[in-house]
């Protein structure tokens, strides 16, 4: 499809527009002090311009994932960069686009890193999480921060919300999983109903892991000769982490309510660094501590005029130590200070016409201490401005149509304006059939370590500006036997002074560059089936499959013109597989199998042998149960990860475990 063609079929579909704007988030928080939890089968028509990936409640609890970026595997479009084992960094991509142009929220506000721009996965739980969310584009309500508007994908991660039935006060939850590597996993949580309209939540768990895995170390030479071929133990690669959070969830009246979330990480791990030239072991240390405190508050005036009001600050300390010979010795300490402020408003016109207009500032501070060389403290400063308007239709059932514009302005640089268009068109509104797309631009400033560091940055970096193309056929079918979703999409992404960073030798350390322009074409498919099947089985099934194209188009004289970008493989894909029983008494018994697929791939802007990387892939297996006995709830899972021992690598020269073991047991009240 050309891009004539692309801008053709958004003009036709934004002939009429509709939009319905649900506050959907209001109506959660206000729900969960009147009705307990139901998990709920059917498939209502749906009502999102783009329709999200969606992971959540039971579902979300029976893969075989222990962090969010696990969970997240399971999505299509989406490319995870793992460096092994339970501490190792792990951070994503979607659509090819990069880390940097994936925006991460918690609880409905942006993680922020202004020193790397990367989010840490790994470091949060699924224990606490009750739902996570990918949208290619934006999200499809248009009362948001201003700044929601400005990133190409965005993942949102919604923690568990407090349900109380009629004469509870308190809940009580404690969990413990242990497994291979010597896994330690304690978990606890209380949930406490203060008023009829306040309740408290709190949440902490610790993760120890020795991260000493078996793998085997192979390379094969371009003539088909085995350079090497040995086994060892993974060094280097052990966690010990704390997490703790807070929450206070408040409405009043019917249509307001304010919410208050404190969370503190706090990580001392190895980094195992790469296997290059025989080294098992590195001498690398990273020290973490991540606390944030953020509040929200919201209501809606003369049922038409809604306002949001965001405040966060954060507080982020890094300690990196290598003490490694052969490498280059550093004793660093970065500190950075985030202020963030959004607020939102939107009016309702019409039923059939909404708009809104939000501002969101932030203030970022980073300072760098060279304790090796005793150097003073290096301080780097940014003030970041956000300014978005949006509006939206809704008329019948037919087209729905939104449009934002936004525009950033970062310090002293001249501002940036970058529009976005969005329709879904249901041709027949019985039928939940719809056509849905959108065009996008989003803009991304370098980073402190991508303009700064002398011995990472590269200060000439251009700013990345990205335009966004896709469109795609949705379809829902329910029905008393089954349940049926299925859509796919095919997006055209071109990044204009694309800025990438892979590991150069150290897993701290990165190369920074631009590579120009890159074009990006691909496919995404997805269906989620569940059947009902008699004597109350049910069986789940979810297919997601990527095919994705992402060249560097430069300049013709470069040898790597018109080559895949590093680790961009051709295909990926995943298929999970679920059988749930369930008693009269409301026991549940289950198994859960998962596949996972990445394609071959380079580690190297040149397509060459020498930077080839195999594809991977892995089987996971895991049993379950969960009892009831009175008011107390007992369950245990067994998780057998890489069911067969596959030897693979996710990023080049950092092995992944093999088969690996997890036994889960819970306690609720």
């Known amino acids: 499809m050309t891009r004539k063609s692309f801008y053709i079929i958004c003009l036709a579909l934004c002939a009429n527009s509709v939009f ?77 686009m990069g880390s940097q142009h994936t925006a991460v929220y918690y609880n409905g506000v942006q993680l922020g890193n202004a020193q790397n721009g990367q989010v840490d996965l790994g470091r949060f739980s699924l224990d606490n999480m009750e739902e996570i969310q990918l949208y290619n584009g934006q999200k499809s309500d248009i009362f948001q921060s201003a700044r929601e508007f400005g990133a190409a994908g965005n993942v ?28 330690a996993n304690p978990n606890v949580g209380v949930d406490v109903k203060l008023t009829d309209a306040l309740s408290l939540t709190m949440d902490a768990e610790y993760v120890y892991s020795n991260g000493k895995y078996p793998f085997r170390y192979r390379r094969v030479l371009p003539t088909g000769e085995t350079a090497y071929d040995t086994t060892a133990i993974r060094q280097n690669g052990d966690i010990n982490a704390v997490r703790a959070e807070l929450g206070l969830h408040h409405y009043y009246r019917t249509t307001g309510f304010w919410r208050v ?15 290059v030239n025989n080294v098992w072991h590195n001498g690398e240390r990273l020290w973490d501590r991540n606390t944030f405190v953020q509040a929200q508050w919201q209501d809606e005036w003369f049922n038409r005029w809604s306002t949001r009001l965001l405040i966060k600050y954060a507080n982020d300390y890094t300690h990196y130590l ?22 939102a408003n ?10 809104s207009v ?29 300014l978005s308007a949006a509006t939206a239709f809704n008329i019948q059932e037919y087209l729905r149509l939104q449009a934002s514009v936004l525009m950033t302005a970062v310090d002293k640089d001249a501002p940036r304006v970058t529009p976005g268009v969005f329709a879904s068109f249901r041709p027949y509104p019985a039928i939940d059939l719809s056509i849905n797309a959108f065009y996008k631009q989003s803009y991304r400033y370098p980073t402190f370590n991508d303009l700064y560091y002398t011995d990472l940055g590269n200060a000439d970096l251009r700013p990345e500006l990205a335009r966004q193309h896709s469109v795609e056929l949705a379809y829902r079918k329910s029905t008393k036997a089954y349940d049926l979703a299925f859509s796919a999409s095919y997006y055209y992404n071109r990044v204009t002074d694309k800025i990438i960073a892979y590991p150069k030798g150290q897993q701290f350390r990165w190369t920074m560059l631009n590579l120009g322009t ?13 059947f009902f099947l008699p004597m109350r089985f049910v069986l789940r099934t979810r297919l997601n499959y990527t095919y994705n194209t992402a060249i ?39 198994l859960n199998y998962s596949f996972i697929y990445v394609g071959e791939r380079y580690c190297q802007q040149e397509n060459t042998v020498y930077n080839y990387v195999q594809p991977w892939y892995t089987h996971d297996l895991s049993l379950y149960g969960e009892w009831g006995i009175n008011r107390f709830w007992l369950k245990a899972y067994l998780e057998i990860n890489n069911l067969l021992g596959q030897d693979y690598e996710v990023i080049q020269n950092y092995p992944m475990p093999k088969q690996n073991v997890r036994c889960t047991l819970a306690f609720r009240y």
């Open 20 to 96: 319905a704007n649900d506050n959907t988030e209001l109506d959660s928080l206000l729900n969960q002090f009147r009705i307990e939890e139901v998990e709920v089968t059917a498939r209502a028509l749906a009502k999102d311009v783009i329709i999200p990936q969606t992971l959540k409640g039971a579902e979300l609890q029976r893969l075989n994932a222990l962090s969010v970026a696990d969970a997240l595997r399971y999505f299509s479009g989406v490319q995870l960069k793992d460096y092994g084992g339970v501490g190792g960094i792990k951070t994503i991509n979607v659509r090819s």
């Open 156 to 183: 949102y991660l919604t923690t568990r919300k407090p349900y109380f039935k009629t004469g509870e006060r308190a809940h009580v939850r404690a969990q413990m999983r242990f497994g291979s590597f010597a896994l």
């Open 261 to 275: 979330h404190a969370y503190n990480y706090w990580s001392n791990r190895g980094v195992p660094g790469a296997i």
């Open 322 to 343: 290598n003490y490694d010979e052969r490498l280059l010795p550093s004793d660093n300490e970065y500190l950075q200070h985030e202020v963030y402020l959004s607020f």
């Open 346 to 355: 939107k009016v309702q016109l019409f039923k059939w016409w909404d708009v």
């Open 358 to 386: 939000a501002y969101d500032y932030q203030y970022n501070a980073l300072a760098r201490e060279n304790l090796l060389l005793h150097a003073s403290p290096e301080y780097f400063f940014r003030h970041s401005h956000w």
């Open 518 to 530: 890159v074009k990006i074409n691909g496919v995404d498919a997805k269906a989620d089936m569940s």
């Open 552 to 590: 560097d188009v430069t300049n013709p004289n470069d040898t790597y013109y018109g080559h895949q970008i590093p680790y961009i493989p051709w295909h990926s894909g995943s298929v999970v597989v679920n059988l749930d029983w369930t008693s009269n008494r409301g026991d549940h018994y289950g």
